[in-house]
């Protein structure tokens, strides 16, 4: 039905940047809500950042001031852009969509999830 696609994971020094993007596909009508989550070793999965339509975009404190998430919602491509990393944002880093209407034989409404991908900051 959907599909998420993350893209631009790495290895990269402390203070470093890194981008992210994840590109949405499917027979979709419409997406209310498009985020990245990440997971730590150990961890549970916490929101990073997420961009609900017609809304500002929302941060968790831990990386307020340092990404920057952006959504091309013609192309159903969520970016982030990650400055001044630190060994703390290493992780698997997922792509989200939430109320996502589709079409179809029969339509369908739900909430999808990337298969993640890996961040590691490490010097």
């Known amino acids: 039905q959907v599909q998420l696609v993350e893209s631009g994971g790495g290895l990269v020094q402390p203070g470093s940047s890194l981008s992210l993007s994840c590109a949405a596909s499917?027979?979709?009508?419409?997406?209310?809500?498009m985020g990245w989550y990440r997971q730590a070793p150990g961890k549970q999965r916490e929101l990073v950042a997420k961009?609900?339509?017609?809304?500002?975009?929302k941060y968790a404190d831990s990386v307020k001031g340092r990404f920057t998430v952006s959504r091309d919602y013609n192309k159903k491509i969520l970016f982030l852009r990650m400055n001044n990393l630190k060994p703390a944002d290493t992780a698997v880093y997922y792509c989200n969509a939430e109320d996502v209407w589709g079409s179809g034989s029969t339509g369908f409404m739900g909430d999808f999830w990337g298969d993640g991908i890996l961040v590691t900051v490490s010097s």
């Open positions: 499917g027979n979709i009508l419409s997406i209310k809500s």
């Open positions: 961009v609900i339509t017609g809304d500002a975009p």
